[in-house]
């Protein structure tokens, strides 16, 4: 109990760090026009509060290790982060893609280490899957871009995408993306009934939040 009351502190920190470097245009890249803006401040920190208050309640109904506690929190942080980003600018800084994806690798070297007698089986299909679900949407995104001329996602998006399916595995994969599929229509009918007004919702946040929730799950103990 003790430990996951340290956990909270550290999250909510976090938040207010992430609020600190990445609610305001760090350099030129991030400076857009008044109609690329997305999100309010006080959005993003409403939804800050309650994701890291999801987060806390859950842990609370696990037993959860030191590796899985750390790794959580490594996510949560980059999904705070990602927020202020991302609902903000629409933009995902390419550090964040790095750390989370090497947070990722070393989180299915950890599985690998909870099960060394299949050790083969959990590799190959995390890899697998992550290779062929990111090729899938590539091409889609390619064939947008050439014959829509629409960009459908973003290339930080491919990223958190291809590091949360290293991570996850083939089946939790799949309930992530529906997971992160249905806090965007929960956001988007909130702000359509607050705002009176369609706002693009970014897709990084979400897939990084669906992943914190499904990691908890069962993290190490299931092949796939």
Known sequence: ML??????????????IAKKFYSYPLDNQYI??????????SAVNIWNFLFVALISFIELYFTL???TIIIESLIVVFTLLVNYTDFRYYLIPLEINILFLAVSIVGLFIKIYHHRVNESVILSSHL??????????????WSYIK??????L??????IMASSFLLLGPVRSIFMLLTASILGI???LVTMLVKRKKIIIPFGPLLLSATAILFLINPFNSFF
């Open 3 to 16: 430990l996951l009351i340290v956990n909270f502190m550290f999250l909510l920190l976090s938040s207010l």
């Open 147 to 152: 014959f829509r001329n629409i960009n459908p």
């Open 32 to 41: 857009l026009p008044e109609k690329h803006i997305g999100f309010s401040n």
């Open 128 to 141: 697998i899957f992550a290779f062929l679900i990111l090729t899938a949407l590539v091409a889609i995104k």
């Open 186 to 188: 929960m956001i988007y």
């Open 65 to 67: 290790t030191a590796s």
């Open 154 to 159: 973003g290339n930080g998006d491919l990223i």
